[in-house]
Antibody, heavy 123, light 109 residues
Framework: QVQLQESGPGLVKPSETLSLTCTVS????????WTWIRQIPGKGLEWIGR???????SYNPSLKSRAIISRDTPKNQFSLNLISVTAADTAIYYC?????????????????WGQGTLVTVSS | QAVVTQEPSLTVSPGGTVTLTCGSS?????????PYWFQQKPGQAPRTLIF???KKHSWTPTRFSGSLIGGKAALTLSGAQPEDEAEYFC?????????FGGGTKVTVL
C-alpha cells in the first residue's frame, strides 16, 4: 500500500520561501510521476506541478515560475519550494501520485494522496 | 490559462440519478484531455473516482460512471446514497497543465 506524508512548516512569513516535503512509502519515486496540489480552505483545488519518473518537470503557469519541485531518490521524497509567498498562498498542500507508465500503458492514476498540510502565510 | 467549469451545486434525491458536467473554455472536452473526477468530503483529502474519462479505481462505487456528453466530461451518479453527499471536482489535461474545475457541491436530499 502506497502512503504519502507531507511535512514542513505550518507558518511562513510573507516574501519568504514555503518548503514542503512528501515522503513516499510503498513505491519508488523514480518509477512514477508525482504531483503537488493545493486548496485554499473552503475553496477549489489548484494543480501546482508535477515531477515525472525521469525527473522532468511541469508547472502551473499561474504560479509565475515561483514553484520548484525536486526529488531525493535515496530518501524516496519529493519536495515543493514556493518562493516569494504572500497571503494568497495560504492553503492546504497535498502531494499525490500522478501515475506510472510502462510498455503496457499507464496505471495508478491519482490513486494515492497525502492527508494534506495547512500552510499559513502570515507575519 | 484555460478555465474549467462545473455546476456550483446540484441536489439529488436518495436513490435518484444526477449528472455533473465539466466544460472547458478551450472548446470541446475530449478523451485526450484525460478527464478525472474527484470526490472530497469535509476535512478529507480528495479521492479519485474516475480517470481517463470513464475508468474506475477499485474503490469506485459502481453507481458512479464517467463519460463525454455534449462536448463536456460528465460524471453520473445513479442510485444516490446519503454518503455520496460531497464536493466533486473534475480535472482536465490542457497543454501539459492540469486544470481543475471549481467543484460541484452535491446534496442528497
Amino acid at each position: 500500500q502506497v502512503q504519502l506524508q507531507e511535512s514542513g512548516p505550518g507558518l511562513v512569513k510573507p516574501s519568504e520561501t514555503l518548503s514542503l516535503t512528501c515522503t513516499v512509502s510503498g513505491a519508488a519515486i523514480d518509477r512514477y510521476f508525482w504531483t503537488w496540489i493545493r486548496q485554499i480552505p473552503g475553496k477549489g483545488l489548484e494543480w501546482i506541478g508535477r515531477i515525472d519518473d525521469k525527473g522532468g518537470l511541469s508547472y502551473n503557469p499561474s504560479l509565475k515560475s515561483r514553484a520548484i519541485i525536486s526529488r531525493d531518490t535515496p530518501k524516496n521524497q519529493f519536495s515543493l519550494n514556493l518562493i516569494s509567498v504572500t497571503a494568497a498562498d495560504t492553503a492546504i498542500y497535498y502531494c499525490a501520485r500522478d501515475k506510472g507508465c510502462g510498455s503496457g500503458g499507464c496505471s495508478n492514476q491519482y490513486d494515492s494522496w497525502g492527508q494534506g498540510t495547512l500552510v499559513t502565510v502570515s507575519s | 490559462q484555460a478555465v474549467v467549469t462545473q455546476e456550483p451545486s446540484l441536489t439529488v434525491s436518495p436513490g435518484g440519478t444526477v449528472t455533473l458536467t465539466c466544460g472547458s473554455s478551450t472548446g470541446v472536452v475530449t478523451s485526450g484531455q484525460w478527464p478525472y473526477w474527484f470526490q472530497q468530503k469535509p476535512g478529507q483529502a480528495p479521492r479519485t473516482l474516475i480517470f481517463d474519462t470513464s475508468k474506475k479505481h477499485s474503490w469506485t462505487p459502481t453507481r458512479f460512471s464517467g463519460s463525454l456528453i455534449g462536448g463536456k466530461a460528465a460524471l453520473t451518479l445513479s442510485g444516490a446514497q446519503p454518503e455520496d453527499e460531497a464536493e466533486y471536482f473534475c480535472m482536465l489535461h490542457i497543454s501539459d497543465v492540469r486544470v481543475f474545475g471549481g467543484g460541484t457541491k452535491v446534496t442528497v436530499l
